[in-house]
Nanobody
Framework: QVQLVESGGGSVQAGGSLNLSCQASGRVFNYYSVGWFRQAPGKERWFVAA????????YYADSVKGRFTISRDNAKNTAHLQMNSLKPEDTAVYYC????????????????WGQGTQVTVSS
């Protein structure tokens, strides 16, 4: 069973950067696409970015395109989300998960969710 642990969250001012990490245990990590989602208080969990198992394909929500970059290092069982030019509306708990079914943008198609890491962007 693969377990995912997110880290790298924190508090930054608008315009700042953070690099989130998603560390996976287990050998099957390399066979799955990985997605990042975020959830603000009182709101649903929203898709942020996804990366294919090989890392050759990436997909972003329009709201983060050009500011966020998703990557992975299969040798280290990790995925990253580099977040630049952060805005207050990026404030949320960020989660990573393994993609198991369906389109990348829907949370129902993911499994093995991590516990999340808080990102707070102040204006």
């Amino acid at each position: 069973q693969v377990q995912l642990v997110e880290s790298g969250g924190g508090s930054v001012q608008a315009g700042g950067s953070l690099n989130l990490s998603c560390q996976a245990s287990g050998r099957v990590f390399n066979y799955y696409s990985v997605g990042w989602f975020r959830q603000a208080p009182g709101k649903e969990r929203w898709f942020v970015a996804a990366i294919s198992a090989s890392g050759g394909f990436t997909y972003y929500a329009d709201s983060v395109k050009g500011r966020f970059t998703i990557s992975r290092d299969n040798a280290k069982n990790t995925a990253h989300l580099q977040m630049n030019s952060l805005k207050p509306e990026d404030t949320a708990v960020y989660y990573c998960a393994l993609h198991s079914d369906g389109t990348y943008a829907y949370a129902d198609g993911y499994k093995n969710w991590g516990q999340g890491t808080q990102v707070t962007v102040s204006s």
